[in-house]
């Protein structure tokens, strides 16, 4: 088979014309598919009702150390919530707080509350002149919107295989006081699924900041979400690092249930190190009496513990990895050697990152969508929304039905078909 | 009977040594008393459990406009949770957005965005030299935290049986242009228990501030709250007010079901006209996905409407009821006609107020704390913890028992009897 790069003008015209053809009789389908956001299938929510019966009339309503959770009070959260927290992140329980339904509502906090009270006693970013974040990209685009919308610069950082360029993180980090933070997905990251090498997670923990208030925001997002029985990826617990290298502080990270028991009605914590911890309860205990204990009781009661919440979690992977697998057999048999698009095969996570050639993706989401296919605005995996190659899409293929993703890649691999030759014809 | 002020110095002292007496004898009881915080009795808790088998393993999870409320998504809410809580305000449904489990936390971020993002469109207020917030005091100690939290200068305004005295808050408001705030809890106030009346709500509605960023910020925490059958207070709904003044955008209105279902667990809502909403939306998208839907819709399931609100505020009353009682009728029998002290009759609400001689409130604090009884912080109702009288308690006798209430009540009139001699003596 030919790569495309190898056809000739009159084998692409030919091509376009057929292509064309094809896709015209697509849109005729009238799809109507969302593959837009990481949400979870309605069979997943289904399937995970049985938590609604963990709490009922009859149920003893004291955490592990007598406390009510029905009532005020307990900022932290219950004791047994914050230990399978705990678990998940692989911390110790005392290093974590419980809050409420989403881990993103605690990244805000976190950033809105440096910028008006700064870290640690350290001058409110508000106050300065200029506060920035290093952005692996492709990245996730509600962690860019949190620092957009507080004016922070958002500096790109490309993401390899092993995670970010660390070589480019750390001589930022090490030079620019104004650089306050940095946005992780270790695991499974959003969109490429890639998880950070032990390497990675160990120069993460070594980093030598100019600014004394620098913090990782490390989103573990996927710490539990594997897809496939015989393989998963490990990630280096990133606090046992930064003891090791002589910086305690230096790491926020995040986690919650939103993709464990419902997305809309989970649990999500915070864990970092006791005096960042004792920094943040200043504010949150003005900001609230308390989180929902209820829904933290209700979660421990129905999962126990991290046993209980992997074989939850391989339920979900049932489900998932043949939505997965359909994506990539139709990417691997449709577009394999063509020259025209790389995609990444992850082992968890809720994405696939395709790669298409410079300056297509905005016409491939477009032209998707004109067929009645919703993908993730293009650009969006980056700082601003802006993909400087106008390549990255994210792929979400959580949320049809197996079927329907078939059906929406081949439409897709269709439409990254038409516009590559569209561009080599006009180059 | 003489009032104290009567007695000479001889009567004053036989009487302290017979008080001291019963002081001492009172502390051998070893009392564990808590009348700190206006939380929900165990009583209470345990008569709402119901509301945890209104979403079981069987139910539609569905809301009323076709949305999967277990899934993300749905910022301002599910379309019956926001009715229910605009019938609880007396609003519309198109003004609310429902939250998280706190109302606290929703004017924490209210004011936390003010900072960060200013109002419609206005400065930021952390740009800005200075910002100050009116108190009408005695007022809600968190209220007071979240001010001085941001740093917010914070101007006391006195209070009467109508509401906060009205020409200093017009002056104030209309003079100043770093007024950017009042706090109110305009039904059964903290501590007092007073609603403002309609001629206060209306003066409020027609303010000329100075600041085009001022705003109301109206905590009707008890806005169902009634403790008598035969008697409640009704507050006139100010937005109507503020359309009629031409201030539509003049006021966010706090509420939640806190002391309806469950204290750490409960809904909480803001309303606001269409500017406002708007407005904070445009940070709220940025901060999460959505609120807890799941535990919207069970509380709409289990409640219905405003009736059913009000049948189940029903029973809550018939539990605090003999508490309060409890407390009025010990303070009658023993302390009327005594000129020591002065306490209001609330028709609803959580808290009693009790204004004590100048510069006794905290030596009557000191005295219950030391035979086992533990009240709210004397000063905690005044802006930075600073009553300039020293006059102030709260007493929140929602907690404890009925039989606990009225041996506290015993040892509280104690105490305030043998603060006021030694006082009396002092002169």
Redesign the interface.
């Known amino acids: 088979m030919k790569s495309y790069q190898e056809l000739g003008k009159e084998e692409l015209l030919a091509l376009k014309e057929k292509l064309n053809a094809e896709y015209e009789e697509a849109k005729k389908k009238g799809l109507s598919l969302d593959m837009s ?1 990481g ?2 299938a ?1 069979s997943q ?1 289904a399937m ?3 938590i ?2 963990a ?3 009859e ?1 003893d ?1 004291k955490s592990e150390n007598g406390l ?7 900022l932290e959260g219950i004791p047994e919530a914050r230990k399978l927290m705990a678990e998940i992140m692989g911390v110790k329980p005392e290093n974590v707080i419980v809050c ?3 881990s ?2 605690i990244m ?2 976190t950033v ?1 509350r440096s ?3 700064g870290v640690m006693g350290s001058t ?1 970013w ?2 300065l002149d200029k506060v920035s974040f290093l952005c692996p990209a492709p990245g996730y685009d ?1 962690h860019f ?2 620092t957009q ?2 004016g922070i610069e958002m500096i790109p950082v490309p993401m390899t295989t092993e995670g970010p360029d660390m070589d480019m993180v750390e001589r930022l980090v090490a030079q620019d006081p104004s650089v306050k933070g940095i946005w992780c997905v270790p695991k499974y990251s959003n969109p490429q699924g890639y998880t950070y090498s032990d390497e990675t997670v160990k120069r993460f923990a070594a980093l030598k900041p100019a600014a004394e208030d620098f913090r990782i925001f490390w989103d573990n997002a996927y710490a539990v979400h594997d897809l496939y029985e015989d393989r998963s990826d490990v990630l280096l617990e990133i606090f046992d690092q930064c003891e090791k290298a002589g910086n305690p502080d230096m790491v926020y990270e995040f986690c919650s249930t ?1 993709k464990v028991s ?4 989970g649990i999500a914590a915070i864990a970092s190190s006791k005096g960042n911890l004792e920094w943040m309860k200043k ?1 949150m205990t ?10 933290q009781l209700r979660h421990v009661r129905y999962y126990k513990d991290l046993n209980g919440i992997k074989a939850h979690m391989r339920k979900h992977a049932a489900m998932l990895r043949p939505k997965f697998d359909a994506v990539l057999e139709t990417l691997d048999k449709e577009l394999s050697g063509l020259g025209i698009g790389e995609w990444t095969r992850p082992n968890g996570g809720y994405f696939i990152s395709f790669q298409a050639l410079d300056g297509c993706a905005k016409a491939i989401v477009a032209k998707c969508k004109e067929a009645g296919m919703t993908l993730t605005g293009a650009g969006a995996t980056y700082p601003y929304g802006k993909d400087p190659k106008d390549s990255n899409i994210r792929i979400a293929p959580s949320f049809p039905t197996p079927e329907e993703m078939a059906q929406a890649t081949e439409l897709f691999v269709l439409c990254v078909k038409l516009v590559s030759v569209e561009k080599l014809l006009n180059q």
């Open positions: 956001r949400k979870p309605v929510l995970g009702m049985d609604m019966n709490l009922t009339i149920s309503m009510d959770v029905r009532n005020y009070g307990v409420g339904n989403s993103l509502n805000y906090d809105a910028m008006t009270h409110p508000c106050k509600r919107a949190i919308h507080f939103s419902f997305a809309g009605a504010s003005v900001q609230t009496i308390g989180y929902d204990k209820v829904n």
